[in-house]
């Protein structure tokens, strides 16, 4: 994404590239198990896959407005790099338990 900069409510350039994943991830979660357990609660597909959609452009604007519009790269800089990585695998540990407990549910 080289050139694409996204300003904060300062006016400030803030890296695009965590908003996109967490936008994608939430996308990916949302369309692949929320029409899934729309039709295991008895939702015809179209209105599962309709919910799904609007819940992940709910979760876009939210990732929008906690990782662009409110974003401080002045204050994220001075996070050290281990700290970082430190979250990261925290977050990747969270993602996997909870892929994990809704495809649970799919399989018994």
């Excluded at 996308?27 to 692949?32: E, Q, R, V, W, Y």
């Excluded at 729309?38 to 709910?58: F, R």
């Excluded at 974003?71 to 909870?98: C, K, N, Q, S, W």
């Amino acid at each position: 994404m080289v050139g694409m900069q996204l300003p904060n409510r300062d006016g400030v350039a803030v890296d695009p590239v965590p908003f996109v994943v967490i936008t994608g991830m939430t996308a990916l979660l949302l369309l692949s198990f929320g029409p899934l357990y729309g039709q295991a609660l008895g939702v015809s597909l179209s209105a599962a896959v309709a919910g799904s959609i609007a819940l992940s452009v709910a979760g876009a604007l939210i990732a929008y407005y906690r990782q662009v519009w409110t974003a401080r790269p002045d204050i994220e800089a001075e996070l050290p790099a281990g700290l970082r990585a430190e979250r990261l695998f925290h977050l990747m540990a969270i993602l996997t338990v909870v892929i994990i407990a809704l495809a649970i549910p799919l399989v018994v």
